[in-house]
């Protein structure tokens, strides 16, 4: 026995969650027995998917292209020692199926390879929504450009902020009903992974993009596992519901913005209140200007009843700036905080 193998297995084990990397993870079990013995003990994760397809799906090409792989690596599996039936990333179809010979996973965390929303040049939307069964909260952040100090710039009168809220809605609330969409996208993807991993303690996906972030906390997953089976929506609904617009016919929808739109299913986004805020023109630290940010807080009208709406606010306030700290996001964040909030109300969709 040399010196390595002097390590202890829980050595081996931390060092393994250190990595969380799937494919690094996949690659050591062709170490060693003891290693491919190990890594299906690894508790924390990082899944990084090339591209999403529904366990489902059909796929004549990638089916042609898993068999020409598998004649193509025939000459080496003779030589090597067959794995842990855990199967590479690239030849599969789903997260879930990739992780099923993990055994005792606690932190998850996959990461998509874009974001989903399409909107116009130089706008960014950003969001992190929080879910249990169907979403608990969801933080909204947008703006159409960051102007320079040395962009022409004229002075704002003190009332223009009103107009512009007013004449600008419509864009926000497309902002906003995308961003929830997207979400509720995303969280039905992960319904499997969570129902198959009963030991999971928290569960991330994002993207490369830094675009949106879902969060399942060890509450959410307790309150999924154990509630009834969520209400599934087609994306077609989406559309209608930003057509259909605000309760209230307070405000439309239609026809701007947009969206990519996706014929997979979702988790139904129930009824919602949003504290909108919204600046024209920010101007940010070192002279350089923000257009049209905002900053949405969107919860279930069902939650948070008995709780004062002052309190609320403070709750909002503080997912905000841990979703968007630092730099100019936090920055702007921070500022949009101190702004009048807007309050408005959606039906479920």
């Excluded at 690239?90 to 055994?103: H, K, V, Y």
């Excluded at 874009?114 to 706008?123: I, P, Q, R, V, Y």
């Excluded at 991993?197 to 509450?219: A, N, Q, S």
């Excluded at 009824?271 to 070192?286: A, D, F, I, N, T």
């Amino acid at each position: 026995m040399d010196g390595f193998d002097r390590i202890p297995d829980a050595l081996v084990l931390f060092i393994f969650n250190s990595i969380s990397d799937i494919k690094t993870l996949i690659r050591c079990r062709a170490v060693s027995k003891r290693f491919n013995s190990l890594v299906p003990h690894t508790e924390s994760l990082l899944l990084k998917v090339d591209r999403v397809v529904s366990a489902e799906s059909g796929n004549t090409d990638a089916a042609l292209l898993t068999f020409l792989r598998s004649i193509l690596k025939s000459l080496h599996n003779l030589l090597l020692p067959k794995p842990h039936p855990i199967q590479t990333p690239s030849l599969l179809n789903s997260p879930a199926q990739i992780l099923r010979g993990f055994e005792k996973i606690k932190n998850l965390e996959i990461e998509l390879p874009s974001g989903g929303l399409k909107l116009e040049k130089k706008a960014v939307v950003m969001w992190r929504a929080e879910f249990g069964s169907t979403l608990r909260s969801c933080i909204i952040f947008g703006f159409r450009e960051i102007r320079t100090s040395q962009s022409p710039m004229t002075r704002i009168p003190a009332d223009f902020f009103d107009v512009d809220f007013a004449g600008g809605l419509k864009l926000r609330v497309v902002w906003t009903i995308s961003a929830l969409i997207a979400a509720s996208a995303r969280h039905y993807l992960l319904r499997e992974v969570v129902k198959e991993h009963g030991e999971l303690e928290r569960v991330v996906l994002k993207d490369r993009e830094g675009e949106g972030t879902v969060v399942m906390d060890k509450e959410g997953l307790r309150e999924f596992a154990e509630g009834a089976e969520p209400q599934v929506s087609d994306n077609t609904e989406g559309m209608a519901a930003v057509q259909d617009g605000l309760v209230g016919g307070e405000a439309e929808a239609e026809g701007e913005g947009g969206w990519e739109r996706n014929n997979g299913g979702r988790t139904t986004v129930p009824s919602v209140r949003m504290r909108m805020r919204h600046m024209q023109k920010l101007e940010l630290k070192g002279g350089a200007w923000m257009d049209g940010a905002t900053l949405v807080m969107v919860r279930p009208t069902s939650s948070n009843k008995t709780v004062e709406e002052d309190e609320v606010d403070k709750m909002d306030a503080e997912l905000a700036l841990e979703a968007f700290r630092g730099g100019v996001y936090g920055e702007a964040v921070q500022y949009l905080l101190n702004t009048r909030g807007y309050l408005l109300e959606m039906n479920s969709f």
